[in-house]
């Protein structure tokens, strides 16, 4: 079974903090993903990384960076904590495949506080 | 810039009800398509997916879908509903790029 581990499930900051979130992915897979999931606007994506040193922005990237130094583990900070940045941010994962088809696999989730 | 639209945003239905939730994207492209299913406090997770060939494809526990290309839509059914399928459901296509664009999402409540 894939499995996307993120390091924390709860986290509280403090507003202007450097924040952390960690994922680490086990089957070898080429893409990885942030997406933060807020009621009502469904998953939106911050960053996403198609190879190691590689990212990309999504649709939300402002206030946010990433970190892809090693193919399993895919990083997201957040610069300077704010708290509309208070949401559930989640990792997935999928390998890349020319005709499209892979699914995505997602850790548990973080629910970030930021007070 | 693709968008995935998911119609009804909370569904509220008696135990063996039919559901059907309504999923529609707006690129006219080869597109992949896939049902995502949420149960409280588990993570996301693979309900069904569409690439190629019969257009009706089933999924786990119950689910179907079905894609309609001349309509852009993929929507989720499932005959009968159970308590257990209480969850938050997600439509998502993954066009030409890497990466995945999701629906808001549809909250199912089944009242037993």
């Known amino acids: 079974d894939v499995k996307v581990t993120q390091s924390s499930r709860y986290l509280v900051k403090r507003t202007g903090e450097k924040v952390f979130l960690e994922c680490v992915q086990d089957?070898?897979?080429?893409?990885m993903f942030w997406y933060r999931q807020d009621p009502g606007l469904g998953l939106r994506l911050i960053y996403f990384?198609?190879?190691?040193?590689?990212?990309e922005k999504g649709d939300i990237p402002e206030g946010y960076s990433v970190s892809r130094e090693k193919k399993e583990r895919f990083s997201l900070i957040l610069e300077s904590a704010s708290t509309n940045q208070t949401s559930m941010y989640l990792c997935?994962?999928?390998?890349?495949?020319?005709?499209?088809?892979?699914?995505?696999?997602f850790g548990q989730g973080t629910r970030l506080t930021v007070v | 810039a693709q968008s995935v639209s998911q119609h009804n945003h909370h569904v509220i239905l008696s135990e063996a009800a039919s559901l059907e939730l309504g999923c529609n994207y707006s690129?006219?492209?080869?597109?992949?398509l896939f049902w995502y299913v949420q149960y409280p406090g588990q993570h996301l997770q693979l309900l069904l997916k569409?690439?190629?060939?019969?257009?009706l494809v089933k999924g786990i526990k119950g689910f179907e879908a079905e894609f309609i290309k001349s309509k852009f839509s993929f929507n989720l059914r499932k005959p009968s509903v159970q308590w257990s399928d209480t969850a938050e459901y997600f439509c998502?296509?993954?066009?030409?790029?890497?990466?995945?664009?999701f629906g808001d999402g549809t909250t199912l409540t089944v009242k037993p």
């Open positions: 997935a994962s999928r390998y890349l495949r020319a005709d499209r088809a892979s699914e995505a696999f």
């Open positions: 089957m070898d897979h080429e893409n």
């Open positions: 990384s198609y190879d190691v040193k590689m990212k």
């Open positions: 690129y006219g492209g080869t597109v992949n």
């Open positions: 569409y690439f190629s060939g019969d257009p």
């Open positions: 998502a296509v993954n066009d030409d790029g890497s990466k995945s664009t």
